[in-house]
């Protein structure tokens, strides 16, 4: 998908924002090699990156029996 940046939004942030995790920054680094050259941190507005598609998966169920209570 394609994000335009706004003023000071990082790569962290940016992960953050789509990934639900910061740390999760390099796929976004690797689609955009020269942004992420340009601006090793902070963006400038109106940039339009690449951010991937990316399958996060689900935290595991409980194992837990629903009728037992800690």
Same mark, same amino acid.
């Given at each position: 998908m *394609?994000?335009?940046t706004i003023e000071g939004d990082r790569w962290?942030? *940016?992960a953050g924002k789509y990934y639900g995790d910061a740390s999760l920054y390099e796929p976004i680094?690797?689609?955009n090699p020269t942004y992420a050259y340009q601006y090793p941190t902070m963006l400038p507005g109106g940039l339009s990156i690449t951010v991937p598609y990316?399958?996060?998966p689900p935290d595991p169920p409980d194992p837990s029996p629903s009728w037992q209570t800690d």
């Amino acid at each position: 998908m *394609i994000y335009t940046t706004i003023e000071g939004d990082r790569w962290d942030t *940016i992960a953050g924002k789509y990934y639900g995790d910061a740390s999760l920054y390099e796929p976004i680094l690797r689609e955009n090699p020269t942004y992420a050259y340009q601006y090793p941190t902070m963006l400038p507005g109106g940039l339009s990156i690449t951010v991937p598609y990316m399958v996060i998966p689900p935290d595991p169920p409980d194992p837990s029996p629903s009728w037992q209570t800690d």
